[in-house]
Nanobody
Framework: QVQLVESGGGLVQPGGSLRLSCAAS????????MGWYRQAPGKQRELVAA????????NYADSVKGRFTISTDNAKNTVWLQMNSLKPEDTAVYYC??????????????WGQGTQVTVSS
C-alpha cells in the first residue's frame, strides 16, 4: 500500500506565496516521477508541474511558469511546490500525483487527498 500525504494549502492574498508538500510512504521500490495537479470548481483537473526523479527534468503549465517551482528530495520521497505571485485564478484543490514502482515490479499512479488553495483578498 502506498500513501501520498499533502500539506501546505490555505488562504493567501493575491501576490502572496504558499508552499505545498507531498510525502510518499509505504511499499515503494522506486519513484519515477511526481507532480501536482489542480482542479477548480466546474473545471477539469489540469497538470500544474511535474518532475522526473531520474535527471530532475521538469514540466510546467504555461499559466504558472516563472511563478511556481517544483522540487523533490528523492531520499525522503517528498515533492514540494513553491507558489509565488499567486493569483485568484490559482484557486483550486491541488492534488499530488506520483508514478511509483512497487516491489512486485509494477508501476502505478497514486493520488493524494488534495489540499485547498484559495487566493483572495
Amino acid at each position: 500500500q502506498v500513501q501520498l500525504v499533502e500539506s501546505g494549502g490555505g488562504l493567501v492574498q493575491p501576490g502572496g506565496s504558499l508552499r505545498l508538500s507531498c510525502a510518499a510512504s509505504g511499499s515503494i521500490f522506486s519513484i519515477l516521477a511526481m507532480g501536482w495537479y489542480r482542479q477548480a470548481p466546474g473545471k477539469q483537473r489540469e497538470l500544474v508541474a511535474a518532475i522526473r526523479n531520474s535527471g530532475g527534468s521538469t514540466n510546467y503549465a504555461d499559466s504558472v511558469k516563472g511563478r511556481f517551482t517544483i522540487s523533490t528530495d528523492n531520499a525522503k520521497n517528498t515533492v514540494w511546490l513553491q507558489m509565488n505571485s499567486l493569483k485568484p485564478e490559482d484557486t483550486a484543490v491541488y492534488y499530488c500525483n506520483a508514478n511509483i514502482v512497487v516491489p512486485t515490479g509494477y508501476e502505478y499512479s497514486y493520488w493524494g487527498q488534495g489540499t485547498q488553495v484559495t487566493v483572495s483578498s
